[in-house]
């Protein structure tokens, strides 16, 4: 049975346990109305040990980061309890540092895969990039320089989906629905950053939007998690106009640190026109990744 050492001086795993035990409705999770007051939304911490069959003790120590041990039976047990998704659960693994079996992580690399970047130059009717497990986009076509923004005239160290998200106007507009967009854009961090508790620049990412936007530091603090998914996004393009697109994610076997990105639309669609359009636009107007 795998167990964890515990963290020093974290509270990653507390945090998240306390943030999902008061996302728990306590009818839902077959706890009976004793009439006490509820001061705080969601379990208790002696239903949420009811639930998950430790005791009440074991539970604090674990929100508080004083545990000596975790076990993955323990784990489980807790998930189960918070009825954590799938994503959640892993996170929950993530953070206590109980991963049996899995295998050693490579280093991040900072160069897209040289048939990647082939690949998107032989896309000229898919917008599509090319970003690593921060969200820094490495490589692009054409069709996503026009779709999103021309990453050639960003400096480098900006050429990043969240931060654009959070901290250019201009990015954040093509946003249909923003708020969900940047939600979800900080649960897939708040994932990353617990599979990489070393990696300063994911850090300095993570620290520069708390202190220059609320709704980052806002949404951070409820621990919220996402692993990738294909998703159906609404952007409203100042030139093509509102187009509802897959943005579909792909896995590069020779390079796991990264991922293919590519914006589709359905066949025959209004938003299918008005991405053909743009594309066209694209074609005379914007800079592909050199």
């Not at 969900?180 to 649960?187: G, L, N």
Request: glycine share 6%; net charge neutral; hydrophobic share 40%.
């Amino acid at each position: 049975m795998a167990c964890a050492q515990p963290a020093r001086g974290d509270t990653g795993l507390g945090d998240f346990l306390r943030s999902r035990r008061a996302a728990v409705d306590p009818r839902e999770a077959g706890m009976p109305d004793d009439g006490r007051l509820r001061r705080v939304p969601g379990l208790r911490r002696e239903e949420l040990a009811m639930l998950a069959h430790v005791s009440v003790d074991y539970i604090v120590r674990l929100e508080q980061g004083r545990t000596t041990r975790v076990s993955g039976s323990v784990l489980d047990a807790l998930a189960d309890a918070l009825r954590l998704k799938p994503d959640e659960r892993d996170y929950l693994f993530t953070v206590a540092d109980v991963t049996p079996g899995a295998p050693t992580r490579r280093p991040s690399q900072s160069e897209p895969a040289p048939r990647l970047r082939q690949l998107l130059d032989t896309m000229p009717d898919v917008p599509a990039i090319v970003v690593n497990h921060r969200m820094d986009v490495l490589a692009w076509n054409r069709g996503a320089a026009g779709l999103l923004t021309d990453f050639s005239a960003l400096p480098p160290a900006h050429r990043n989906l969240i931060r654009l998200t959070f901290l250019d106007q201009s990015f954040r507009a093509l946003y249909g629905d923003w708020q969900r967009a940047a939600k979800d854009c900080v649960a897939t961090l708040r994932m990353e950053a617990a599979r990489r508790t070393d990696d300063a620049a994911l850090n300095a990412l993570v620290g520069e939007l708390s202190v220059r936007d609320q709704d980052f530091r806002t949404w951070w603090a409820t621990h919220q998690v996402r692993g990738p998914s294909q998703l159906v996004k609404t952007y409203r393009h100042p030139i093509a106009g509102t187009m509802d697109l897959d943005v579909q994610q792909f896995s590069v076997d020779t390079h796991p640190d990264q991922k293919l990105i590519a914006f589709t639309a359905e066949p025959g669609s209004p938003s299918e026109k008005a991405l053909h359009f743009l594309l066209q636009w694209s074609n005379t107007h914007v800079m592909a990744d050199d």
